[in-house]
């Protein structure tokens, strides 16, 4: 098994950047709780150590409580702990990540239209997208969790 794997931010660090500030420009459209929620929740569903790891301390440094944190990798079972709005995202972004042969369902996109408008629905997808590309990134390149 090879470990040393290349680092794509330090290779092409100018593509970083440019990801980075498409991320910023898109938190602009997105609550941080919302966004927060859905990169944990797709970085649990890549199997991304590193991200997972990332986004819950940054869940919990903006105020998420951990039991929300804990519960994200079954939220569909977790009843009223998520709001409406955030099930919606959520399950947009099960559907998005792992994305099958008929794509994105018409119930769960027209559910994520109930609660974002045509701007938060577009920077969602938007979101849910790019962290499928870092989850995929860090994952191939295989960026450890630091023990802390």
């Not at 680092?7 to 709780?33: G, N, R, S």
Request: negative net charge; charged residues 30%; proline residues 2%.
């Amino acid at each position: 098994m090879a470990e040393n794997r290349v680092l794509w931010a330090k290779k092409v660090p100018q593509v970083y950047k440019k990801l980075d500030e498409v991320d910023q420009l898109l938190a602009e459209h997105l609550d941080i709780t919302v966004l927060e929620l859905i990169k944990l929740r797709s970085s649990v569903l890549n199997g991304c150590a590193y991200c997972v790891d990332l986004h819950t301390r940054r869940a919990l440094k903006e105020g998420e409580s951990q039991q929300r944190l804990f519960l994200v990798p079954t939220w569909y079972e977790a009843g009223e702990i998520f709001t409406p709005r955030e099930r919606a995202a959520l399950a947009l972004t099960d559907e998005m990540t792992e994305m099958g042969e008929h794509g994105v369902s018409d119930e769960t996109y027209d559910e994520a239209a109930e609660h974002f408008d045509e701007t938060e629905l577009a920077a969602l997808m938007s979101a849910i997208a790019m962290i499928n590309l870092y989850n995929r990134l860090a994952v191939t390149g295989r960026l450890h969790v630091k023990k802390r």
